[in-house]
């Protein structure tokens, strides 16, 4: 799983959009909205999420998933079960 | 933190689109890419995340956040230093 969210000091303008459609909605006591994009990478049967794989997939999210001049990524390890809802 | 995906049957033209360019950057063991928002909320000063506001958030994640006709929806509550890196 690799989170991306902009940088704090960028500005997000669909985080604000958001934010400012929460009075409208009747919705308090939310100060602040950030969107990011998220991506769930599926790991070919018998791969373990080992310090190699994720070496692998934290170069991927550098190069191709953020942009790290103005994102922050953050790659973390899920098992399958925790998916899902909705 | 509220996590948005595209519903499994549905199609993920931008997932694909990642999938297809890993083995351009010799990257293997990876066998499915779904790519998805995710959506930091930060509630005011003195609110905390009880039953009562994750029941607001919920219905937020549902009406604006989220379209439940394609996408499923995730709410989870994070402590403000879990976040960031890069």
Redesign the interface.
């Known amino acids: 799983m690799v989170?991306v969210?902009l940088?704090p000091e960028i500005l997000d303008p669909q985080?604000q959009a958001?934010l400012s459609?929460?009075p409208r909605?009747g919705?308090?006591?939310?100060?602040?909205?950030?969107?990011?994009?998220?991506?769930?990478?599926?790991?070919?049967d018998g791969?373990e999420a080992d310090g190699a794989?994720l070496a692998?997939?934290e170069?991927?999210a550098a190069?191709?998933?953020?942009n790290?001049v103005i994102?922050?990524?953050?790659v973390r390890v899920e098992e399958p079960a925790a998916e899902?809802?909705?």
Chains 1, 2 share one sequence.
């Open positions: 989170d969210m940088k985080g958001v459609a929460l909605l919705v308090s006591g939310i100060v602040g909205v950030r969107q990011g994009k998220r991506f769930e990478l599926e790991l070919a791969v794989v692998r997939v170069h991927l190069t191709l998933l953020a790290p994102e922050d990524y953050q899902a809802a909705g």
